[in-house]
């Protein structure tokens, strides 16, 4: 007779399975809580102690970590000095194992969590058996996930596990203790304030296989972080339209990201991850409008990131247009029924909260990784100089806000044109500052007269000071903080223009 060694927090399809190994005679062994579930089904199970012969203790803490269990799944079949070393000890090789362990995340990420319960969630027997397990997979069966249950029995019905599905199983159980292991690490990384540790690890889930990466010879995945918690694509709630795909996610990330720097009502377009149009106003209808008309060319085919429910007389507006994704807190039901009118665009329902903590941004370099904090500038943080004779009225003021909140999210070198709440030209990830300029100008075109314009980083030379002169431009807000400072403040008096200093700087590579 096999034996099989069961014991799981996560009870789906148990006592079936349970069932099932005991018709393909399969001895059962279990602990604590399976093993009840397991009796209350009417089925034979041994506890844990009837093979170990001593007690579970510690208010289970120790149950099976002991030779009987691990010589029992990490024996060499094919060893004559193992198997000899079981008879001697009267010890019973393991065939099957079915682990799944302590609910770390889950319990991680409640809001009222203790470090005290977070620590009693950590589960040390049952990854210690799983890997003994998936060590010896060309003898032992490992699963744990339920959701493989199916597939296990089915192929012991048949003609038994074949090594390659033995292979497999371990490798899954590798992944999900590595996983189990990273949920834990990134937990004392934080409560111990620790953001940047000695070794740095991280783990996601996978959310879907996309069709393919950002071009067609590509392949890609989305995944998400496990315990995230804030705005986020991954946890978007898809209700109209295509499939996402890799593109599509990564520029709908960057319209959330630019759409979550605005509390009042706030509408932004996004093409290739840059902000092509950004308006606010009393209301989303307002918002959006002005948005569109900040450059009514690149929004086609774009993406719309919107921070109120869409209510019907904003979707009309949007149904106009052929874009590819419109992202919201919530859609009205009259909003719905316009939008879902076009079969392909893609409706994204997004929690539109920031995220509590910091968090990190990481980006991938060739062997190796790069992580910093996520840019959380604003103005809010800085005390503005106006390094000019002229003072900007209250309405440039709002406008040099709007920009610098914008031009955050550009590609640098990045330059933001804005007027009456609303972006008229956007210069991005120009080789030189000039060039920016007069793509954001040329854009703005007579608009620009009486705009303002943010600038990502300071001014090396009073050139870009003077393309902003030409076009008409009242007010400038740059960072501040170059050695050739006064020759653009000299131009700014000279022009009368106003130029404000923020003293932080906000490079987008």
Known sequence: MKRALLSVSNKQGLSEFAKQLIDLDYELVSTGGTKRAIEEAGLPVLSISEITEFPEIMDGRVKTLHPSVHGGLLAKRNSEAHMSQLDELNIETIDLVAVNLYPFKETITKPDVTEEDAIENIDIGGPTMLRSAAKSFADVAVVVDPEDYEQVISSLQADGLSFETRKNLAAKVFRHTANYDAMIAEYFSEVTEEPY?????????????????????????????????????????????????????????????????????????????????VGTGANLFEAFGKAYEGDPVSIFGGIVALNREVDGDTAAKLKEIFLEIVL????????????????????????????????????????????????????????????????????????????????????????????????????????????????????????????????????????TVETAAEAGVKAIIQPGGSKRDQDSIDACNKHGITMVFTKMRHFKH
């Open 197 to 277: 540790p000695e070794s740095y690890t991280v783990t996601y889930e996978k959310v879907q296989s996309l069709r393919y990466g950002e071009n067609p010879h590509q392949t890609a995945s989305f995944y998400k972080k496990a315990n995230y918690k804030g705005a986020s694509l991954a946890n978007a709630e898809q209700l109209n339209g295509k499939e996402l795909s890799y593109n599509n996610i990564q520029d709908a990330n960057a319209a959330l990201d630019v759409v979550l720097e605005f509390t009042e009502p706030a509408a932004v377009a996004v093409k290739h991850m840059n902000p092509c149009g």
């Open 328 to 463: 919201a807190p919530s859609f009205s039901q009259e909003a719905l029924d316009i939008l879902t009118q076009k079969k392909n665009l893609r409706l994204l329902k997004v929690d539109m909260k920031k995220p509590e903590t910091q968090t990190h941004k990481l980006t991938s370099v060739s062997g190796g990784l790069l992580v910093q904090d996520t840019d959380e500038g604003s103005l809010e943080d800085v005390e503005l100089e106006v390094a000019t004779e002229r003072q900007p009225s209250e309405q440039e003021l709002k406008d040099l806000e709007l920009g610098w909140k914008v031009v955050k999210h550009v590609k640098s070198n990045a330059i933001v044109v804005a007027k009456s709440d609303q972006t008229l030209g956007v210069g991005a990830g120009q080789m030189n500052r000039v060039g920016a300029a007069q793509i954001a100008l040329e854009q703005a075109g007579d608009k620009a007269r009486g705009a303002i314009m943010a600038s990502d980083a300071f001014f090396p030379m009073p050139d």
